[in-house]
Each structure stands twice: as structure tokens, then as C-alpha cells.
């Protein structure tokens, strides 16, 4: 069984430009939240998605959106990307959607912004 | 204003050795606190889960406790091994009607041989 998976594992871009990251959650879970780290830092809440819908948000600009598709997975973008984007991109899977309901980071992808 | 503070910031020691790590949090209404373990380029994993009603959690040489009085909580990391090496995050989730996580800046430690 494989557990929450991230693609591309790095990523380079330049000031401006947007990008598309992707998640696909572990087998059985279906709300999928997005995190950014920057370095040193503690993962800082983007969103949330259950039922294909942005479901709580934290305190992100709107050119950071996100979609969750049928089966479950789900995408980053980050438009007019700033060099402050520069950060890993983690993705989470949990079975739910409650405060109790564990949830199991992938790797991340590591965004540098030039 | 809903905070997670941990510390030390960084802490180095012997393999073989034992350590203990603070989370000291503002986080309201609480609903739960975890600890995580992150390795480096890695995402982080759950090592404990702790609700209002309890006090202490262990996961192996992990144990975690919770005076949620206080609202603080330690990771005490027994006997330590070089694979220790990593990110140690504390989380604490509110029980609000939506999803309120509020994560630590981490502790990073070191097992040296």
C-alpha cells in the first residue's frame, strides 16, 4: 500500500512564473491539506480539500489555489511566484476530516524560486 | 492569538543518552496535541496523540505528556540513537467547528556517537 505521494520531488522557477504541484493521498483517505515549510520552520497551513472542495484555508494569498479531483488526488498552483515561494511543499492525506484524524505527510517537493 | 512554542531551538547529545523536549502552546478550545518527527527532506510522522483527558503517551523510547492546565507538553527520547537525528514538531489542533492545526517551529536534534 502505498502511502502519500509528491510530484515533482524539486522544482526550479524564476520570478513571475507558476507552477503545479501534485498529491496523491494514501489508499482510503479522502481529505487531502497542503503545507508550506520554509527552512528551519514549522509547516504553515495552506488548505484543505474534502468532496473536491477547498474546505478551510490558512493565511495564503489567493494566487496559491488548489483542486482535488474524484479520486481523491490533488494539485498545488502558485501564481507570479515570488522568491519568498521559495519553501517545501508538503501534502497530507487523513481519513477524515476531524481534528482527531491523524495525518500522514508525503515527502514534499522542494520549490526554489529564482 | 493560537501559538505553538517549543524549546530548545537546537539541542545536541550523546548516543545513549536521554532528552527532553518542551511545546508550550495557546491553542484554544484544545482538542489535541501530537508530537512529530521530521528526518531531514522528509515529511513529518506522527510519533504520539494525546486528548484533554490524558496525561502521557508513549510510542516505544518516545514518551509524550500533557498538563493541559499549564498547556505544556514534553517529549522525553530514552537512551537515544544516531537515527534520532531529526525535527521533533509539536502540534496542537483546536476543536473549533472547522480545521484549526497549529504547528511549532520544531526542535532539531543531534545524537552524536
Known amino acids: 500500500d502505498a502511502g502519500v505521494t509528491q510530484s515533482p520531488t524539486h522544482l526550479i522557477k524564476t520570478r513571475g512564473q507558476q507552477v503545479t504541484l501534485r498529491c496523491s493521498p494514501k489508499?482510503?483517505?479522502?481529505?487531502v491539506s497542503w503545507y508550506q515549510q520554509a527552512l528551519g520552520q514549522g509547516p504553515q497551513f495552506i488548505f484543505q480539500y474534502y468532496e473536491e472542495e477547498e474546505r478551510q484555508r490558512g493565511n495564503f494569498p489567493d494566487r496559491f489555489s488548489g483542486h482535488q479531483f474524484p479520486n481523491y488526488s490533488s494539485e498545488l498552483n502558485v501564481n507570479a511566484l515570488l522568491l519568498g515561494d521559495s519553501a517545501l511543499y508538503l501534502c497530507?492525506?487523513?481519513?477524515?476530516?476531524?481534528?482527531?484524524?491523524?495525518?500522514?505527510f508525503g515527502p514534499g517537493t522542494r520549490l526554489t524560486v529564482l | 492569538k493560537n501559538q505553538v512554542e517549543q524549546s530548545p531551538q537546537s539541542l545536541i547529545i550523546l548516543e545513549g543518552k536521554n532528552c527532553t523536549l518542551q511545546c508550550n502552546y495557546t491553542v484554544s478550545p484544545f482538542s489535541n496535541l501530537r508530537w512529530y518527527k521530521q528526518d531531514t527532506g522528509r515529511g513529518p510522522v506522527s510519533l504520539t496523540i494525546m486528548t484533554f483527558s490524558e496525561n502521557t503517551k508513549s510510542n516505544g523510547r518516545y514518551t509524550a505528556t500533557l498538563d493541559a492546565d499549564t498547556k505544556q507538553s514534553s517529549l522525553h527520547i530514552t537512551a537515544s540513537q544516531l537515527s534520532d537525528s531529526a525535527s521533533y514538531i509539536c502540534?496542537?489542533?483546536?476543536?473549533?467547528?472547522?480545521?484549526?492545526?497549529?504547528f511549532g517551529a520544531g526542535t532539531r536534534l543531534f545524537v552524536k556517537a
Open positions: 497530507a492525506s487523513s481519513p477524515g476530516h476531524g481534528p482527531t484524524d491523524t495525518q500522514y
Open positions: 502540534v496542537v489542533s483546536a476543536n473549533t467547528g472547522g480545521f484549526k492545526t497549529i
Open positions: 489508499s482510503g483517505h479522502d481529505t
